[in-house]
């Protein structure tokens, strides 16, 4: 073998730590771009208030009554529920593709939003809700209560069947279309107010935001966001296989376990909180990759805040395509959604 | 005892039994001991056994202590298993995976790792390739890179399953240096090793599997005999010995 000059370690080992470093600055800036992306979303919506105006409410200042119920009332929940829901879809598709090793996994294709659907469907035409709730929350409580029974069908089925992450996908997709097929049912029987209340869910949007919401999301968020970071180094392991990982010393099932509760949480409660969201999910982390690597101590949160930033320009875009029209957002990020889908399989990336 | 210890292990395969009752000599610190027999022996099913990848039933010891019960943890600390299989499709550079394989299961420091990581890359001749992405390296490559995940941690027994076959000539001959300098530092290394050739050249002991169960094991020159590869391989082999004890094994045909 040639013998190397001794200084190439050296070299390579700072080059990884400046790639670190770019890494970190880029999470820094795709933070400040989500911050200005609330602002762009709070700034902008049919009530036509001046830049100026909005500023000043936010800030406290004096403004008219109106003007401080649009701002506070109306804008601000909608934009940070906007956030929210894009970083909490964001990172449980992140997490989900390594824990399955599939690059398309995430709660849409797994089932969970079609559930959510499902339990919002059985609130609104059927009436079934949970007792003792109030009434403007029942829609949300049962489309959380069967995301997350349809995750923990998934990981029970997983269970007893025993098999690696392509036997909860192949479940996860048996999920999707059995929830899928209920609903139709519901729809079918629906009458024509209740059919329209459940299309309108179905197709996500934030117009319902409001600060309840908001601070649920938040906690929820903030509770699983410092154990995702704290698996970090053994997610990043499992990218090498479950041997692989395995013979690192990652205990691979528990890694998997809590991963799945972690996102079920996250994916149920933002899902809940705004209908139906497709591609915030599976497009968010894909851009966060190419942007960070895989290297999951910033590959997690640039997912996160990829997810955020994209959701609030989705938000601020459904105010702006019809003029006066508030478009559901679930609708924008498909159609955002849709043409990273087909770069991706364009791009032919395959793996394992 | 101290020593990798192997006595009665059974596994299957759902009905398919693939080892019965297996043990084996002891293995001690400072040698390299080579799997061989044919395929489907279960040379790669011990080996992943031994690495607690496949349920087993019987003892798996290492000096004294049941693999099967320890912590993982501390289990990935002791052993190194470097897989017949290299997944791809994984942009993580060199460097970064083998820090991954380093931090993952342990509390290491970071910037310790990071050092420690590239000065194994370095030791294998693979320094060069600490910024480049896995999924663009040729097989040889991503096997050498796998060596280095494996040894990382410093580990006590090292497995490896079939670690030359996709390595060119000079690499070949590095890696099993590399295993007998591994070895000499106090190390377990078991490989599984299809060449028999070069198992003779660079093993201190073989042992010879057939359908799932020990055939015999010693240095090469006692189990690498005429009769007995006939026996097991089916084949017409002529060994001959060569200077310091060592042989080579040249196989003529079918029998």
Redesign the interface.
């Known amino acids: ?2 013998d ?1 000059q ?1 200084a ?2 050296g070299i ?2 700072d ?3 400046r ?1 670190n470093r770019r890494r970190a600055v880029l999470v820094a800036v795709m933070a400040a771009l989500a911050a200005l992306g609330i602002v762009l979303d709070l700034v902008t919506g049919p009530a036509g208030l001046p830049l100026s105006e909005t500023l000043r409410a936010l800030s406290g200042a004096e403004v008219s009554r109106a003007t401080e119920v649009i701002v506070w009332q109306v804008r601000l929940p909608v934009a940070a529920m906007a956030l929210l829901v894009g970083a909490a879809l964001a990172l449980s598709g992140a997490e989900m593709q390594t824990v399955l090793e599939n690059p398309l996994a995430e709660p849409f294709t797994l089932g969970v939003s079609a559930s959510a659907a499902l339990g919002a469907a059985v609130a609104i035409v059927l009436g079934l809700t949970l007792p003792f709730l109030p009434v403007q929350w029942s829609i949300s409580a049962n489309a959380f209560l069967f995301a997350l029974g349809a995750l923990t069908l998934l990981q029970l089925l997983g269970r007893l069947r025993g098999g690696g992450p392509e036997v909860l996908i192949l479940f996860g997709i048996a999920l999707n279309f059995s929830a899928a097929a209920f609903l139709s049912v519901l729809q079918f029987v629906a009458s024509a107010d209740a059919l329209q209340q459940l299309v309108f869910w179905t197709m996500g949007s934030l117009s319902a935001a409001n600060w309840q919401g908001v601070v649920a999301l938040a906690l929820v968020l903030a509770a699983c966001v410092p154990f995702s970071l704290r698996a970090a ?2 997610l ?2 499992l ?3 479950e ?9 691979v099932d528990a890694l998997r376990r809590w991963t799945l509760l972690r996102v079920s949480l996250l994916a149920a409660t933002a899902v809940s909180m705004v209908g139906v969201i497709g591609f915030v999910g599976l497009a968010g982390p894909h851009i966060a ?1 190419m942007l960070v ?3 999951h101590r910033f590959f997690l949160p640039a997912s996160v805040l990829t997810g955020a930033l994209v959701m609030s320009l989705a938000s601020t875009l459904s105010k702006m395509v019809v003029p006066g029209v508030l478009l559901p957002v679930g609708l924008v990020t498909s159609l955002i959604g849709l043409p990273v889908f087909f770069w991706l399989i364009m791009r032919g ?4 | 005892m101290t020593g990798l210890c192997v006595s009665d292990v059974s596994l299957h395969y759902g009905p398919r039994p693939i080892l019965h009752g297996l043990t084996l000599p002891d293995l001690k610190p400072g040698e390299v001991t080579v799997l061989a027999g044919p395929n489907a022996a279960g040379k790669s099913t011990l080996l992943r056994a031994i690495a607690q990848l496949a349920p087993y039933r019987g003892n798996i010891a290492l000096d004294g202590e049941d693999l099967a019960r320890m912590p993982i943890r501390r289990r990935a600390r002791l052993i190194g298993v470097m897989p017949q299989t290299l997944p791809s499709g994984s942009s993580l550079v060199v460097l970064e995976s083998v820090i991954a394989a380093l931090r993952a299961g342990s509390d290491a420091l970071g910037l310790q790792a990071d050092e420690k990581a590239m000065a194994v890359l370095e030791r294998l001749g693979i320094g060069d390739l600490a910024m480049e992405p896995l999924d663009q390296l040729s097989g040889g490559q991503r096997q050498m890179v796998s060596l280095a995940q494996a040894i990382v941690r410093d580990p006590r027994v090292l497995l490896l399953d079939e670690p030359t076959s996709a390595l060119d000539l000079a690499r070949q001959v590095r890696l099993l240096g590399e295993l007998r300098a591994l070895a000499a530092e106090g190390r377990i290394v078991v490989a599984v090793l299809h060449d028999l050739a070069m198992a003779a050249q660079w093993a201190d002991r073989i042992v010879l599997m057939h359908r799932g169960a020990l055939h015999s094991s010693g240095q090469p020159a006692t189990v690498l005999t005429p009769d007995l590869l006939a026996q097991v391989y089916g084949v017409r082999a002529r060994v001959e010995r060569c200077s310091q004890g060592r042989i080579t094994v040249m196989i003529d045909g079918e029998v």
Do not use: K
Request: proline fraction near 3%; avoid cysteine; charged fraction near 35%.
């Open positions: 073998m040639v190397r001794p190439i370690g390579l080992l080059r990884y730590h790639q180094w053994q990043t392991a990218r090498m296989g041997d692989q990982a395995r013979s690192f010393g990652v205990d990759r690597g895989e290297d990336r395959t793996r394992r």
